[in-house]
């Protein structure tokens, strides 16, 4: 019965694994739809190369940087239990991923290749994984404090904060020291609307991120035994209330419709083991919303060329996932209880202090040795051409 466990717990994970890294086709073609043409190849690319050096970096240091673990024995050892640890690592490698792949939203069409390359192994090797310690590792004695303070451990289930919130405002003072695109502000007060290239792609991403998301969501729980229908349920609830509310604040825009459901399955990751299903919904609603307004907010009224708004879709969303779970999981709101509020206000004040903090040191010591941005002639003909030499239709190209 123990081995059949083991094998059990082992495919369990693993097909979670699978799923979150079928979302990263969903991040692909999500930036892919939403650049212009120029761009969408580097789209493509960036993320699958993010991937592969998360991988790598990863499993040399990030992992053992969260669990004071290592892979560096032999194939015999890292095989005992089916293999459990090394697909758990694989599980939790496609969330640290996530990160990098969450970033090249925001800075599209203008940022450099190689120096972003350097950014992810930094975030993956090391900034992420400390916050994943603290929160999922109990590290340096955090959340022992927050508990003697509050009376609950601060509560992450699946990474509204510990994933989306700490992409987002990782993002966002890279694309603040990046700068806009290209003539889109101008001086005269007018913006140029840098339209999505392909909004059938844009669904596209979006749909196979749904899809993806309840693995993420619900083979968080890592073993068989742990497995709950609320999570999956509530992810459900969440997911439709964003889309719904994104549907009536956007007025029917389709890029807000297809954001929408993200922005509250990203909400409701914290706390989608503790919800009642409609605290769900109403938590997924409240971020539809909120990804509307902030959006509009940042991209017209701040100039912040957030390309495909990723500061208030996984920062903003995931700042208030986080709160959220210490609302909606009380009992009082029809939740399972065991959270506290302060706790998850102190925990997601200090993952959004280290985000903002370690960005800037990052991607500040970047720009001011190798440089972030593509030159402006180099930005004008486009990444494809400027980074990988070919367009998205080199043949239809060829022919005109």
Sequence with gaps: MEALKQGNDALFILLGGIMVLAMHAGFAFLELGTVR??????ALVKILVDFSVSTVVYFAVGYGVAYGTHFFVGAEELA???GYELVRFFFLLTFAAAIPAIISGGIAERARFYPQLIATAVIVGFVYPVFEGIAWNHHFGVQAWILSVTGAEFHDFAGSIVVHAMGGWLALPAVLLLGARSNRYRKDGAMSAHPPSNIPFLALGAWILIVGWFGFNVMSAQT???ISGLVAVNSLMAMVGGTLAALAFGKNDPGFVHNGPLA???AVCAGSDVMHPLGALAVGAVAGAVFVVMFTLTQNKWKIDDVLGVWPLHGVCGTWGGLAAGI????ALGGLGGVSFGAQ????TLGVMWAVLMSCVVYGTLKWTLGLRLTQEEEFEGADRSIHRIGATPEHEVNW
């Design 37 to 42: 043409k120029k761009n969408q190849v580097n």
């Design 80 to 82: 005992a239990k089916n």
């Design 224 to 226: 068989l035994d742990k």
């Design 264 to 266: 509250g399955l990203v």
């Design 328 to 331: 909606f999981g009380s009992k």
């Design 345 to 348: 206000l102190i925990g997601t």
